[in-house]
């Protein structure tokens, strides 16, 4: 499996805050013996988004992107609709599961606008900003992201079997 991390952050793309969201994201990837395609930081600038986001899937062909960040009620939030963009399908079970597992500690879950779709062969995911949030959303879809990407690329069956069993 290839992922991309996109870091967006005002702050974290003038070198005025270490990303710390994104690099648990690595630490967290790591697990599903993934390979690291492509590590970014930019601005909270919509166009931005879109061309990274096209970017990692039409010309790198990464299985899965990463964003940390813009996903609150801020308004230079706009990785969601940054994302809604260039997505072709939509894929709200992932989200709606990072959400649930994050209310579960906190009511304020409840406040992302973190998005999950796919574009041609990839998988692009919105993560929150925080690190911890970062954790805990991504603990939550782990065991998922490995079928996921599977069925995505036309290797496993729905059910979790293998085309081959077919």
Not at 39 to 49: R, S, V
Not at 101 to 128: C, D, E, F, H
């Amino acid at each position: 499996m290839t992922v991309a991390i996109l870091t967006i952050s005002d702050k974290g793309a003038r070198g005025e805050r270490k990303d710390e969201s994104g690099k648990v994201a690595l630490e967290l990837i790591t697990k599903l013996d993934a390979k690291l395609a492509r590590y970014d930081i930019i601005p909270d600038e919509a166009e931005l988004i879109r061309e990274k986001l096209v970017d990692y899937s039409d010309k790198l062909r990464v299985d899965l992107v990463l964003t940390t960040g813009g996903t609150g009620f801020s308004p230079r939030d706009k990785t969601p609709e940054a994302t809604l963009a260039v997505l072709e399908r939509q894929a709200p079970g992932i989200s709606e599961l990072m959400r649930f597992q994050s209310y579960k500690k906190t009511p304020k879950a409840a406040l992302s606008r973190g998005v999950s779709g796919i574009r041609k062969s990839t998988m692009i995911v919105n993560l929150p900003g925080s690190p911890k949030a970062v954790r805990e959303c991504l603990e939550a879809i782990l065991p998922i992201l490995p079928h996921a990407i599977s069925v995505l690329k036309g290797e496993a069956g729905e059910c979790g079997e293998s085309r081959d069993a077919e």
